[in-house]
């Protein structure tokens, strides 16, 4: 950790706070409200919520701050696990007795719809002298501190990754308490990243990069992780935008696609737009998928998404076989890119909460 980068932060984080209490008292307040509804709950208590109790826990959370129907998530949440094992899976989580690195990879293995952002979130709030948040933010202000070794994709937040990520910020904490910071836990932790670091990694020049380089896929497992992740968030991006957006859907006879974005016309019917994800290896079963989804009269496009080097054999080997015409490619990375702005804007959105949720 750069030592000279992180006591510059902390000393302007400490004026700041001095000359405009006020501000920081309103945002700390904010969080330890939020600290004491989250620490409020047991394991028994989490254990016998009800699904209209679960949909106010769940939507509190910073990382459900993207979407504007959070009934709409946790619905999907429920039905995708069960409401019985998530519960379970979340109060082992939260109250296990296992070390952090085999409870945060099995949750992750064993439930859908609740990513790292959202349970580093409830773990911050269940124990904040133990545990930080870890999103994009954690990673952005790490990366300023010189940190290296961060995460690049979903299948890189591992437990042991997670564990890493915390020690460094109790590191954080001791030095924000030799400040003369009093109690200074890992939510106010990332109060300070979010308040004081993130606005320097964000003004970083081109030529000096925030996030560190991180290894590209290898193994065939985590091509395949990174298809699935490739694939969720064409899923999220269609829903972001308002499509009926869904991964594994057969579209037609002996074809069925990574992901389709789909779109009613009144009582005319609807418009469709397939996507097949390429991480590694042939590009045979994409082709033929694409091809065949062509036939489907409602689809207005295809669309081969990969990196550039196999986007160009899926251009070259498809020419004759695909319309071209209503082929598109799309760079994996963009992709990414495109998830992680859409998730800032919808964010800040809906932080105006210009349309209230009807329930």
Known sequence: MNAQKLNSAIAEFTKKKKSNAAYYEENWAERKERKEYYQ???????????????????????????????????????????FATLKKQLAELLYGTSSIEKR?????????GMGPATISELLT?????????????????????GIPDMPKYNYQYTGKKYAEVCTIAQEI???????????????????????????????????EPVMPETKEPVTVNDSKSLHDEIKEKLVAIGELLGFDSRS?????????VDAVWEAKIGNMGKAIYVFEVQSKGSIDSLILNLKKAQSNAAVQAVVAVADEEQLAKIISESTGVIDEKSLRTWDSEDVLAVYDSLVRAHESINKLALVPESF
């Not at 939507?59 to 459900?64: A, D």
């Not at 990332?190 to 003004?203: N, Q, V």
């Open 173 to 207: 904490a001791a030095e924000l308490k030799k400040a003369g910071a009093d109690d200074y836990d890992l939510l106010a932790v990332d109060y300070f990243m979010w308040d004081e670091i993130l606005p320097l990694a964000e003004k970083k020049s081109p030529e």
């Open 104 to 112: 945060w990879d099995l949750f992750l293995k064993s439930i859908k």
């Open 248 to 256: 594994e859907v057969k579209i037609t006879t002996g074809a069925v």
């Open 40 to 82: 409020s709950f047991t394991k028994d208590k989490l254990l016998a919520m009800t699904e209209e109790e679960f949909l106010e826990y769940i939507s509190k959370l910073w990382s459900m701050l993207i979407w504007g129907n959070k009934k709409y998530v946790v619905d999907k949440m429920i039905n995708d696990n069960g």
């Open 125 to 145: 709030y269940a124990n904040p002298q133990e545990y930080v948040i870890f999103n994009k933010t954690t990673i952005l202000c790490y990366g300023y501190l």
